[in-house]
């Protein structure tokens, strides 16, 4: 049983270039989150997708797409990196939107240079 | 203003002592709120949850919580030098929104 499983774990982009990160979950949940954390900024939502076909932003979601694919996978897109986007993201899911803990990947570190 | 706030630190406290961590809130909507632990490269777990007013006992760990003056807090009883970590506090209601964290180092 994996739980959320993150890929890559570690990235170097130049700016202008695009990526994905994927994000999957074998837990049958139905909430998933993206978030980037920075130093002395905490967890920061980027996306989040409440249940298969919804996706809404969250609080930092300027210069990132999503994609929910199916229940499992979650994805988010990087259509032009810049050096702001540095960060490690983390992907988390949870049961239901409100009452139920968040289970996290391990994360992705990524540096735009 | 994030919609959780939590002092960042560091809090510092003996091996032995209750090291006691705040949070607040904005959004008066929160259903649920999450206490976790986060080591240094490492990713985020829970401590303990609590949905209602009032104190919530998990082995060394209480959660407090108090609606009315929108306010979240852990205590960790008999601190160990393995707590020390990051304790970020969230808060749900429909998305998750993390405060910064606070720093926590036991000292033996």
Not at chain 1, 48 to 64: F, L, M
Request: charged fraction near 20%.
């Amino acid at each position: 049983n994996a739980g959320v499983t993150q890929t890559p774990k570690f990235q170097v982009l130049k700016t202008g270039q695009s990526m994905t990160l994927q994000c999957a979950q074998d837990m049958n949940h139905n909430s998933m989150y993206w978030y980037r954390q920075d130093p002395g900024m905490g967890l920061r939502l980027i996306y989040y997708s409440a249940s298969e076909g919804t996706t809404d932003k969250g609080e930092v979601p300027n210069g990132y797409n999503v994609s929910r694919l199916n229940k499992r996978e979650f994805s988010l897109r990087l259509e032009s990196a810049a050096p702001s986007q540095t960060s490690v993201y983390f992907c988390a899911s949870s049961e239901n939107r409100v009452d139920t803990e968040a289970f996290f990947g391990q994360g992705t570190r990524l540096t735009v240079v | 203003q994030k919609e959780v706030e939590q002092n960042s630190g560091p809090l510092s406290v003996p091996e032995g002592a209750i090291a006691s961590l705040n949070c607040t809130y904005s959004d008066r909507g929160s259903q649920s709120f999450f206490w976790y632990r986060q080591y240094s490269g490492k990713s985020p777990e829970l401590i303990m949850f609590i949905y209602s007013n009032g104190d919530k006992e998990d082995g060394r760990f209480t959660a407090q919580l108090n609606k009315a003056s929108q306010y979240v807090s852990l205590l960790i009883r008999d601190s160990q030098p393995s707590d020390s970590a990051t304790y970020l506090c969230a808060a749900g209601r429909g998305d998750m929104r993390f405060g910064a964290g606070t720093r926590l180092t036991v000292k033996p």
